[in-house]
């Protein structure tokens, strides 16, 4: 898994039939950034993923991608290669709080 913070939607009116009603989003995977691990850095790029849980612009949540995106309830059979599994509360690195998601 991976973290990744929501930065965008995408809308598809035509797409394989197995993916209708299934929400889009843009996420960056977030690094620790090396030079202060108490802080997160975006990654290059940029992934379109299924939305499992309701998140929303700007949270941080669990990313899971390949065949293990498709281990989320409901989308076994669905030509998924990336689907957000967790919303984050917290993330401490090194005895450091670096994340706290608003509503904590």
């Given amino acids: ?6 930065i965008g939607s995408v809308v598809s ?3 394989d039939d197995s993916m209708r009603g299934r929400k889009l989003l843009m996420v960056r995977p977030m690094l620790i ?3 202060n691990p108490s802080q997160f850095k975006p990654g290059a790029n940029t ?3 299924v939305d ?3 998140a929303g612009e700007g949270e941080l949540v669990m990313l ?3 065949s293990s995106a498709r281990q989320a309830d409901g989308l076994k059979s669905l030509p ?7 919303l984050v509360d917290t993330v401490n690195v090194l005895g450091k709080q ?3 998601a608003k509503d904590s």
């Fill in 33 to 35: 950034d090396p030079d």
């Fill in 64 to 66: 899971a991608q390949g």
């Fill in 52 to 54: 499992t849980l309701g």
């Fill in 13 to 15: 009116t035509k797409k």
């Fill in 80 to 86: 998924v290669d990336a689907a957000i599994v967790g």
């Fill in 98 to 100: 670096t994340y706290v």
């Fill in 1 to 6: 898994m991976y973290l990744a913070k929501v």
């Fill in 47 to 49: 992934i379109v993923a």
